[in-house]
């Protein structure tokens, strides 16, 4: 969410870096700006024929997501897998396009398919844990968390899905050990944000409208909202 900067100050040297567009959109796209992430793509896409051919499939697949054509993104992750068999990515996005249509078995198999071609990828094992907890299978979901942990060494997002279950689960003295390992962390901020989330689902909306200024300070001051 930080690299806003950069890719603006990338573009800012080179005005027809086209992933420069498609990569802002998409940090767009998933901080809630999606006006501005689809404009983002459109520009990635007015500019697609000064990009690779790999990048000619990013981009096409996230301007059509965008759009919500969601059946021509399937069609250009089809060809870019077909076109690079060992690339994680294309597998990875048809799963988050399953996982939005509802299809979640689907969603799975394919975040499955995309840890299987890159093992040390934490996204992939994030998304796996996130589709599973969607599932209900929480026991399951904790398993892949601690697994990466495990694999990949401490790091923030396993610890903030581990925090989330834990609550989810009612176990209140873990929460406490896994925001040990959060703070001052890159994903301490979206910690808090799952502490909002609690605090509004138990009904304490005066805690949250008091702390909302600092968070959104603390948001602005990452580069995640404007």
């Known amino acids: 969410f930080g690299s806003i900067p950069f890719y603006r100050a990338a573009i800012q ?59 021509r993104a399937r069609e250009v992750y089809d060809l870019w897998h077909k076109t690079y068999s060992h690339d994680f990515v294309p597998v990875h996005n048809l799963g988050t396009i399953y996982e939005e249509d509802g299809d979640l078995e689907l969603a799975l198999q394919a975040f499955r398919d995309a840890s299987r071609l890159d093992p040390r990828d934490p996204l992939t094992r994030a998304s796996i844990a996130e589709v599973l907890m969607s599932l209900g299978r929480m026991k399951d979901a904790r398993t892949v968390a601690e697994a990466e942990l495990k694999d990949l060494g401490e790091s923030p997002p396993p610890r903030l899905m581990l925090y989330i279950l834990d609550f989810v689960t009612g176990n209140r003295a873990d929460m406490s050990e896994q925001l040990r390992h959060l703070q001052n962390t890159t994903d301490d901020l979206d910690r808090t944000a799952v502490d909002f989330e609690i605090a509004l689902c138990e009904g304490r909306f005066a805690a949250v409208q008091a702390a909302l200024p600092s968070f959104i300070q603390q948001a602005e001051t990452q580069g995640r909202v404007e």
Do not use: C, M
């Open 13 to 71: 040297q080179d005005p027809q870096f086209a992933l420069a567009w498609a990569r802002l959109g998409t940090v767009y796209s998933n901080t809630g700006e999606d006006v501005r992430g689809r404009e983002a793509y459109d520009k990635a896409y007015q500019l697609r024929d000064r990009a690779s051919e790999r990048e000619q499939f990013y981009i096409d697949a996230h301007y059509f997501t965008a759009r919500g054509d969601l059946a």
